[in-house]
């Protein structure tokens, strides 16, 4: 059974994960506290919130799975070698079980709350339709050859998808309108940090066991933390240095949002969260 070589190392390892899990789950709140205060949900984009909802629903099967079966863990060292350490933490289990729940609960707001005419848009439930019929075809495919490390694996790499689908439309809303104002852009830096704990977590577990097995054994993981850094890096160059807001003191008022569909151009600002 593998296990760490360095008992400093796995300290460090479990600080990076928990700071990750922590930053990352504290970035939900906002939201949630100013639906709450607002008794609205006007400008909140109800497409985001399902894409999310659905990226962090396929992350949890992945996570929860890989960490709790021994079956799936069983293939995942005989793939990898039997001295491999499990790549997923209970940070990850953590972190996926409080999004999923944080994220429902702001559907939740949404479906008490004043909603003005917002709706869900045609395309965001065509996508999620869609992920979730690959989902269940993947299931199928892994039945007879019991190849549950791959069903799982498919999961993972769902919720990369989702990840990137889900930061693109506010990317290019920032550069077409030249502003970031009404984006909260504390929820990137929160994102940053989570970000890149979570990269020093797989490189403090990869150093201990001298293997970068943790790395591709756990693509997922590793692309979710790239996808994050890389567009969180680039809200805060718009945010900062091409369109900051001493330069858009004339742009519309931050609380006049648009409440077109998250998937269309001409969306207006978006509270965003990881």
Same mark, same amino acid.
């Given at each position: 059974?593998?296990?760490?070589?360095? #008992?400093? &190392?796995?300290? %460090?390892?479990?600080?990076?994960?928990?700071?990750?899990?922590?930053?990352?789950?504290?970035?939900?709140?906002?939201?949630?506290?100013?639906?709450?205060?607002?008794?609205?949900?006007?400008?909140?984009?109800?497409?985001?919130? %399902?894409?999310?909802?659905?990226?962090?629903?396929?992350?949890?099967?992945?996570?929860?799975?890989?960490?709790?079966?021994?079956?799936?863990?069983?293939?995942?060292?005989?793939?990898?070698?039997?001295?491999? &350490?499990?790549?997923?933490?209970?940070?990850? !289990?953590?972190?996926?079980?409080?999004?999923?729940?944080?994220?429902?609960?702001?559907?939740?707001?949404?479906?008490?709350?004043?909603?003005?005419?917002? +709706?869900?848009?045609?395309?965001?439930?065509?996508? !999620?339709?869609?992920?979730?019929?690959?989902?269940? !075809?993947?299931?199928?495919?892994?039945?007879?050859?019991?190849?549950?490390?791959?069903?799982?694996?498919?999961?993972?790499?769902?919720? !990369?998808?989702?990840?990137?689908?889900?930061?693109? @439309?506010?990317? #290019?809303?920032?550069?077409?309108? +030249?502003?970031?104002?009404?984006?909260?852009?504390?929820?990137?830096?929160?994102?940053?940090?989570?970000?890149?704990?979570?990269?020093?977590?797989?490189?403090?577990?990869?150093?201990?066991?001298?293997?970068?097995?943790?790395?591709?054994?756990?693509?997922?993981?590793?692309?979710?933390?790239?996808?994050?850094?890389?567009?969180?890096?680039?809200?805060?160059?718009?945010?900062?240095?091409?369109? @900051?807001?001493? +330069?858009?003191?004339?742009?519309?008022?931050?609380?006049?949002?648009?409440?077109?569909? %998250?998937?269309?151009?001409?969306?207006? @600002?978006?509270?965003?969260?990881?």
């Amino acid at each position: 059974m593998a296990s760490w070589n360095s #008992v400093h &190392l796995e300290v %460090l390892s479990n600080v990076f994960g928990w700071t990750a899990f922590c930053a990352w789950s504290i970035s939900f709140y906002p939201q949630v506290i100013l639906n709450f205060r607002r008794k609205s949900v006007v400008g909140l984009n109800f497409d985001f919130v %399902l894409l999310n909802l659905t990226k962090h629903s396929s992350y949890l099967v992945y996570n929860a799975t890989l960490f709790f079966s021994s079956v799936v863990q069983k293939q995942y060292r005989k793939k990898y070698g039997l001295d491999q &350490l499990i790549p997923v933490a209970a940070n990850d !289990v953590a972190f996926s079980t409080h999004a999923v729940l944080l994220t429902a609960f702001t559907l939740f707001q949404i479906a008490i709350y004043d909603r003005g005419n917002q +709706k869900v848009s045609k395309s965001c439930i065509a996508i !999620v339709s869609v992920a979730w019929l690959a989902a269940a !075809v993947c299931v199928f495919i892994a039945l007879p050859s019991h190849s549950w490390l791959w069903l799982v694996s498919c999961f993972n790499t769902l919720q !990369v998808v989702m990840t990137t689908i889900k930061y693109i @439309p506010q990317a #290019v809303m920032n550069f077409r309108r +030249k502003s970031t104002i009404g984006f909260s852009i504390g929820n990137i830096l929160l994102d940053l940090l989570g970000g890149v704990a979570s990269y020093g977590q797989m490189a403090v577990q990869s150093i201990d066991q001298n293997s970068w097995v943790n790395f591709y054994g756990n693509i997922g993981k590793t692309l979710l933390s790239f996808v994050s850094i890389f567009f969180d890096l680039l809200f805060i160059v718009q945010h900062y240095v091409l369109y @900051p807001a001493k +330069k858009t003191a004339l742009s519309p008022d931050p609380d006049t949002v648009s409440q077109e569909p %998250l998937l269309k151009s001409s969306d207006g @600002p978006q509270k965003e969260q990881v």
